[in-house]
Structure formats: C-alpha cells, structure tokens
T-cell receptor, first 113, second 114 residues
Framework: RKEVEQDPGPFNVPEGATVAFNCTYSNSASQSFFWYRQDCRKEPKLLMS???SGNEDGRFTAQLNRASQYISLLIRDSKLSDSATYLCVVNYAGGTSYGKLTFGQGTILTVHP | EPEVTQTPSHQVTQMGQEVILRCVPI?????FYWYRQILGQKVEFLVS????????KSEIFDDQFSVERPDGSNFTLKIRSTKLEDSAMYFC????????????FGDGTRLSIL
C-alpha cells in the first residue's frame, strides 16, 4: 500500500466550479498534514496545513479524519489560477525522525474558462 | 517574505562527475532537508539535517550522497560519480521546528546528467 495515496485525476473543471480532492495515508503515527500545490516544473508551495477540527482559508477547506486516515481539500469558486498539481503531504516526526515529508503523487487540476 | 534560495537553477554534468548543489535556508530555521523529484514522479525525501548532523536519510541517500553546512548560511548536497538516473529536480527545504511546522521549499536545481 502506498504511504500517501491521492485521487488519480486529472480534474478538468470550469471556472466557478467546486472541486474536491481526497487522500489517504498509511502510517497511523503521522503527526501533521499539509496540502501543497506545485506548478509545472516548480517547487512545492504550501497551500495550507490540515487540522483535525478542519480549517478554511478563503475558498479552500481542508479536513482530516485520523480514524479513517483520510484528508480532503475542497476548492470553491475555482479560478484559472488554481490550475496546478495538488500534493497531499504527511509528516511523521518522532523518535529519531525530524520531520520527513511523504508526498502523494499529486492530482492535476485544470480550470478552464 | 523570507525564501529558501538554491543555486544553480540548472546544472548539466557528464556522467561520473561530481556535483554540488547549494542552498541558503531561511535564516532562523534550524532544520534542513533535501528532496528530489524525477520527471513525472512524486517528490521523494532524501535527507534531513539538524544541529550539524544528519538526523534521517532515505534508502536513496547512499554513499554517493553527502550533505554539509560549511558555514552559517549554506547547506549543500554533494553527489559523487553521478549516474544518468540522478537526473532530477533537487529541492532544498527548511523549517523553523521539526514536525508540526510546514517546510518551505527553494525553487530547485534541475540536474541533467549526460
């Protein structure tokens, strides 16, 4: 089983649409969770951290279900500039580990006019 | 906003040569990381570094690789005897605190081995 698994995508949506991405992780001892976005051939950029209580940042809402080891990202009112690859990222830090990030393979989102 | 900076942006090297990739982490960050991304594949962890020593490394990070913090600002990744399969984007990242804090990435070095 992959450590971090995401929807295969790609997602192709019109401007203004709502789109949801899902992600599961296998290490139940994982401690922190993030969504990053990556534009073509660029570095991963932090979109938002994900908290157990759920959190929102403008049009973006992230949810975490530790019992199911499941993370989601909801994007409302999609913009052309949201077109990117969305990376589900999990961080395990404990014992001798100082925060190795484990990435999903990414889900490609294309928002069209 | 503080940034992680990496040089060079693109490095082309003959197979078998040594390369050094350079990074300047964010100044008040204490934890440093290298990741790589082979074209079309996911981002993979290579190594983490704290308090002037490696704290964790992946299976990829074998004797061919080494890291160093030669002064108070730079953090380098050395790859000896490069192979074709070392061609990838190499990202440096840093974080203020390990664990819950997110890591901030530099814009990467594209390494092409010929």
């Amino acid at each position: 089983r992959k450590e971090v698994e995401q929807d295969p995508g790609p997602f192709n949506v019109p401007e203004g649409a709502t789109v949801a991405f899902n992600c599961t992780y296998s290490n139940s001892a994982s401690q922190s969770f993030f969504w990053y976005r990556q534009d073509c051939r660029k570095e991963p950029k932090l979109l938002m951290s994900v908290y157990s209580s759920g959190n929102e940042d403008g049009r973006f809402t992230a949810q975490l279900n530790r019992a199911s080891q499941y993370i989601s990202l909801l994007i409302r009112d999609s913009k052309l500039s949201d077109s990117a690859t969305y990376l589900c990222v999990v961080n395990y830090a404990g014992g001798t580990s100082y925060g190795k990030l484990t990435f999903g393979q990414g889900t490609i989102l294309t928002v069209h006019p | 906003e503080p940034e992680v900076t990496q040089t060079p942006s693109h490095q082309v090297t003959q197979m078998g040569q040594e390369v050094i990739l350079r990074c300047v982490p964010i100044s008040n960050h204490l934890y440093f990381y290298w990741y790589r991304q082979i074209l079309g594949q996911k981002v993979e962890f290579l190594v983490s570094f704290y308090n002037n020593e490696i704290s964790e490394k992946s299976e990829i990070f074998d004797d061919q690789f080494s890291v160093e913090r030669p002064d108070g600002s730079n953090f380098t990744l050395k790859i000896r005897s490069t192979k074709l399969e070392d061609s990838a984007m190499y990202f440096c990242a840093s974080s203020e605190v390990a664990g819950f804090q997110p890591q901030h990435f530099g814009d990467g070095t594209r390494l092409s081995i010929l």
